[in-house]
């Protein structure tokens, strides 16, 4: 019904820039609060970017400031702006979302990952 695929992971040096995107296909009006995932070796999966029901934006503390997410409806696609790498933004990133609007309980919908290595 619907597939997520992320693209635009890779190894950068510290202090340096990716941007990854997710796109949507299938059913994607079924798409809400669409958000970006990671996972670093050894965590727990956090929550890194997401957008809220009325389009707000969150992020988590750590990347407040850096990343930046965005979304092309026309394209079907999550951007993720991520600068100012730093080696704790190792990780593997999800993109996500919800099959409803409520946009609560588990995820509906997970992307397979891509991998972000920042090395110092």
């Known amino acids: 019904q619907v597939q997520l695929v992320e693209s635009g992971g890779g190894s950068v040096q510290a202090g340096g820039s990716l941007r990854l995107s997710c796109a949507a296909y299938g059913y994607t009006y079924s798409l809400y609060c669409m958000g970006w995932f990671r996972q670093a070796p050894g965590k727990d999966r956090e929550g890194v970017a997401t957008?809220?029901?009325?389009?707000?934006?969150n992020y988590t503390g750590s990347v407040k400031g850096r990343f930046t997410i965005s979304q092309d409806n026309a394209k079907n696609t999550l951007y993720l702006q991520m600068n100012s790498l730093k080696p704790e933004d190792t990780g593997m990133y999800y993109c996500a979302a919800y099959s409803g609007s409520w946009c609560m309980g588990p995820l509906s919908y997970w992307g397979q990952g891509t991998q972000v290595t920042v090395s110092s």
């Open positions: 957008f809220d029901s009325d389009g707000t934006t």
